[in-house]
């Protein structure tokens, strides 16, 4: 185990030991006391004091300087330096990215109906409290001819706001010439993200670093997580009545609402195609969410802010549930364990109500939650 840094006090130590014993060589009667050295606000003291501030202040830029060469202790920019430096070269932090979704663009009879009509690229289409999609390419109608119609459309402006669910994507920013055009969105938009943390970025440096050694699967999860907007994804492979591989991959991706489209998996299966080995087929599936609730029953310790701690509790319990990937369990030892970290909160073998058991999602699912979800003592 590393022995830790000196601290001010070990410095002022050491200064007092230099000069205590530098002292001893000078006439009786002119040495430095201990009792002068050690004693608050003397001149000697305020100087070694100075002097030992100074050094621990050098020590703590110089221990900042230590961490930022490495991956586990980097943090900001400095993370993103040792990464590109020493893991790979195009391996950059993730900026935030808008999210897509595929429209449906219907027509009806109209007076306009007898009369070709076109929905350019880049028509501005949003939801009712104002967040705004563009489409990607041409919408083309012939004349005397109505139905439906996909497109593809993202989002104006880069975040997790963009995320809208499905239905939501009703209005036109500017009317088309055609009373008869309609815009709905029948899926999730997905892939909105905000900029890549610390812990996800360093996650996939070290999944890219593991990737060069462990093979296609680890491969294949690194690329997909590469993309803009995949918060989670996990591989599984199919195994024949042998348990040999069959040379099928599911990848199940998801975007930080545990959601994904059509769209977003296209996207991703276009990455897969320069890390895929022959022979090996990679299906990237869509992820959905399934909602859990949660119900604990617990006690407080005297003179503990019950509304607190219950507000803290309801709070890290959703946080903990997002941050689980599609197809990973919510196991009940876990609930346990945040609850025990609440101060105040008194925890014992029956504290979580339900689930009454660990929950496993669906394959290609993910759990998520809610605060309103979460109850504590019934609220």
Known sequence: M?????????????????????????????????????????????????????????????????????????????????????????????????????????RAYSPQFASPFTLAAGTVVRTEGGIEFKTLSDVNFPASTFGNRAVDAQALLAGTAGNVDYGTIRQFAQAPTDTGITVNNLDYAAGGSDIESDRDYLARAKLERGARKMGVETSLLAAALAQPGVKSAVVVESLNDEGDPDGLISIYVADINGRSNSTMVGMVQSALRSVRVCGIIPYVV??????????????????????????????????????????????????????????????????????????????????????DLILVNGV
Do not use: C, W
């Open 2 to 106: 590393a022995a830790p840094l000196p601290t001010r006090e070990d410095f002022f130590q050491v200064g007092a030991r230099e000069l205590l014993a530098r002292s001893m060589t000078r006439p009786a009667g002119k040495r430095v006391t201990a009792a002068a050295v050690y004693t608050t606000g003397t001149n000697v003291n305020s100087a070694l004091a100075g002097a030992a501030a100074m050094a621990d202040e050098v020590m703590r830029h110089a221990a900042i300087r230590y961490g930022e060469l490495f991956l586990d202790s980097a943090e900001g920019d400095a993370l993103e330096r040792v990464v590109t430096d020493h893991v790979e070269a195009n391996l950059t932090r993730r900026q935030p990215s808008p999210a897509v979704v595929p429209l449906n663009i219907a």
């Open 286 to 371: 869509g992820s959905t969410p399934t909602t859990q609730s949660v119900m604990y029953a617990v006690s407080y310790a005297p003179n503990t802010d019950a509304t607190v701690a219950a507000s803290r509790l309801r709070a890290l319990t959703a946080s903990m549930i997002n941050e689980l990937a599609t197809g990973e369990t919510l196991q009940r030892s876990m609930l346990f364990a945040i609850a025990r970290t609440i101060p105040g909160i008194i925890v014992d073998d029956n504290s979580v109500y339900y689930p009454s058991e660990d929950v496993t999602p669906t394959p290609g699912s993910s759990i998520k939650t809610r605060s």
